[in-house]
């Protein structure tokens, strides 16, 4: 009987070509396949590293097909790589299914661990790492994405979000208003290339700071939000919350109003996320 394959899931750079570990490169060299979340995007990586592992695509659209079948390979004694765009695969990249299918099929599977925005940002964000909450990214609809914000409105863990250039300032704002403009918060942009910033302060101080620079507008983002502070009152916390729901449907004072009855928080406290 053949013996059974590997899945290695191998983290790339984010930016700085030196972050790419040789380990990575030695097995992405050796394995028989490498699935990529977009081979245009991976090739001319690998081939800068002089590896010429034949890639396949492996992306949102064809994994649950594709899975399957790469399963069945490594079944037959083949090892195959796994790769996002940039990073650590699964990190709100593709993967999931096939690490799913493979353990389930009892394939080994191993990490080349590497770079990953997230723990990156987190690393240099200045706030609590303890513990921590990561987000992804969050819904591109500004109601939905302040609903899921409204939900956030009470975790005492610092949030790590992941959002595009032409979102950021919109994110931001929602932010303010579900949140409190004084939530602290930091902005980490490009992060090991050569226009990396890595901008802290109260949510309103980094509006502020993006409106009057536009170049902190493009990129790739990580966004860190401070827990709830333990000393702020439950009751406003959920009042918060409640007012950003229902000010999707009613205007300012009405949503306040209601909140406030409902939640037991001052409503002028209320107005303060507006």
Known sequence: MDKTGRLWVVATPIGNLEDFSPRAQDVLRRVSLIAAEDTRHSAPLLARFGIGTRLVALHEHNERDEADRLVARMLAGEEIGLISDAGTPLVSDPGFRLVRAARAAGIAVSPIPGACAAIAALSVAGLPSDRFVFEGFL????????????????????????????????????????????????????????????????ISELIARVAADPNQERGEFVLLIGGRPEQEDARLAEGRRVFALLREELPPARAAKLAAAITGAPRKDLYKSE
């Open 139 to 202: 819904p591109a609809k500004a109601a939905a994405r302040r609903e899921r914000l409204a939900e956030l409105a009470s975790e005492s863990r610092t949030v790590v979000l992941y959002e595009s250039s032409h979102r950021v300032r919109e994110c931001l704002d929602d932010m303010a208003a579900v949140l409190g403009a004084e939530r602290p918060a930091v902005l980490a942009r490009e992060l090991t290339k050569l226009f990396e910033t890595v901008l802290d302060g109260s």
